[in-house]
């Protein structure tokens, strides 16, 4: 048992060719975590009222700018990958390849959300209470594109579930002889993240968590992960004042998801009666309401 619980392999592959087409699993796992995540919104506001489709109109805002804002801060704080003597500029573009920061998707994420929200109709806070717990699913999944990069592992370890890593990999430390294994910190934050899910839910379904409360506890719970996590890892990236950019991104994620509770909780004590916005309701549930009150 021990030989053969010893180590975790890396895959020897990170994509495969169908037709002239290169499919990266880094891309693949983060089209999936996309989808995964709608689908559980939509589900979530179909719950409280909303029509079924109402999360795949938002997220066709919210995703493409998440994306953008994701590769910008990725290439913002790892410069030295893509700005040097001799660089092939257009590897900025190439998302598939690896390299999405998850702060920087948020913020610009959030942006496109609140357009698509006010082109549905429906409260921006309740769309983002309902894809928090899907975001953070996405993640999970996400995070296992790394694992078939052979990126973000953290420092050497003897942990039996240490991480395999090709000492031909560009991001294999230089100067460590071959055979070294690392922390799986892959594996330790889309762990984290599951877990976050089933609390998040669980959560939700007790105290029905709105008005961006939800999505506050999402912040803070994946910043506290993010700050273990990326303490550990041992890649490439900007330092300021002795942290990595990640942390700093993540200790900010905590100071936003405490003032967005407690200014939330002041504005809206009461419960969320629907997630549209008034006035925008689909025709069916005001025909309804109309018919209901004729009735009574």
């Known amino acids: 048992m021990n030989n053969i619980i010893s180590s975790i392999p890396s895959p020897t592959v990170s994509y495969f060719d169908l037709g002239p087409f290169r499919i990266h699993f880094y891309a693949l796992f983060i ?56 660089a092939d500029l257009t590897a900025v573009f190439r998302v598939w390849e690896g ?25 921006f806070w309740s769309f983002v209470d309902a894809v928090a717990p899907g975001v953070l699913l996405a993640q ?75 999505f506050a506890l999402y912040i803070a719970y994946y910043s506290i992960g993010r700050i273990w996590t990326e303490s550990l890892r041992i890649d490439p990236s900007e330092v300021f004042l002795g942290l990595r950019t990640n942390i700093w991104s993540a200790l900010a994620g905590i100071v936003a998801a405490i003032v967005i509770w407690r200014v939330q909780s002041r504005r809206h004590p009461g419960l969320e009666t629907s997630i549209y916005v008034a006035g925008k309701e689909p025709k069916s549930s005001s025909e309804s309401a109309i018919k209901v009150d004729s009735e009574a």
């Open 140 to 214: 999970a999944l996400g995070r296992w594109g790394n694992y078939f990069n052979q990126e973000l592992f953290g420092t050497p370890t003897t942990l039996p579930w240490g991480l395999e890593i090709d000492p031909t990999n560009p991001a294999y430390p230089l100067g460590l002889p071959g055979g070294v294994l690392f922390h799986p910190t892959f594996l330790y934050e889309s762990i984290w993240s599951l877990i976050g899910v089933v609390i998040l839910l669980n959560l939700d379904k007790r105290f029905e968590l709105r008005w961006g409360k939800m």
């Open 31 to 86: 089209l999936a975590g996309i989808v995964l995540a709608i689908w559980l919104a939509n589900r979530r506001l179909n719950q409280r009222g909303g029509e079924s489709g109402v999360a795949i109109d938002i997220a066709l805002w919210a995703v493409p700018f998440g994306i953008v804002g994701g590769r910008i801060f990725h290439v913002l704080t790892h410069i030295g990958d893509y700005f040097y003597q001799g």
């Open 99 to 123: 390299g999405l920061a998850i702060y920087g998707a948020i913020a610009f994420g959030l942006f496109g959300a609140w357009i698509g929200a006010r082109i549905a109709g429906v409260r």
